[in-house]
């Protein structure tokens, strides 16, 4: 079994290697350390534990470094969510706001939401500059400026 081992953890980075080439989501990257790794143990005829054990470790190692650097890339905290900071922002009207017909965008930092009017039967025309007050799911409640 440990003749062929140093082959099958290169088998495994190959695999991987594949998986990210084909598929481009981050979802098998960090298995490429981890397997070379693992393979360099095997040539050196450390017992299969050992290389487990460090291709475990050194895949999951990469992956929280992974995604702690591409979250301190993007400037991001690392929480999740972040709809309540819309709350309080202007925005424009891009599409006829109509609670009635339930139709309605608005751009608020550059990016389109479905949008809502506080009043019931609120109508928001397409050019209006309009503040967040409040946020249900997707949808942004607004009032007129």
Do not use: H
Not at 51 to 70: D, E, K, M, P, W
Not at 96 to 101: G, H, I, R, S, Y
Request: net charge neutral.
């Amino acid at each position: 079994m440990q003749a062929y081992m140093p082959y099958l953890w290169l088998g495994v980075v190959f695999c991987a290697a594949i998986i990210e080439a084909i598929g481009r989501r981050m979802i098998a990257l960090w298995m490429i350390p981890g397997g070379v790794v693992a393979s360099v143990l095997a040539f050196l005829r450390l017992p299969v534990w050992a290389q487990i054990l460090a291709f475990i470790g050194v895949s999951t190692l990469c992956c929280f470094l992974f995604f702690r650097l591409a979250t301190l890339r993007n400037g991001k905290s690392g929480r999740v969510g972040g709809t309540d900071e819309l709350i309080g922002l202007t925005g424009k009207v891009i599409e006829t706001v109509d609670n009635l017909a339930g139709c309605g965008l608005v751009s608020v930092n550059g990016e389109e939401w479905a949008a809502r009017s506080i009043d019931y039967d609120g109508v928001l025309e397409a050019g209006a500059d309009v503040s967040v007050v409040a946020v249900e799911g997707v949808r942004l409640i607004c009032k007129p400026i």
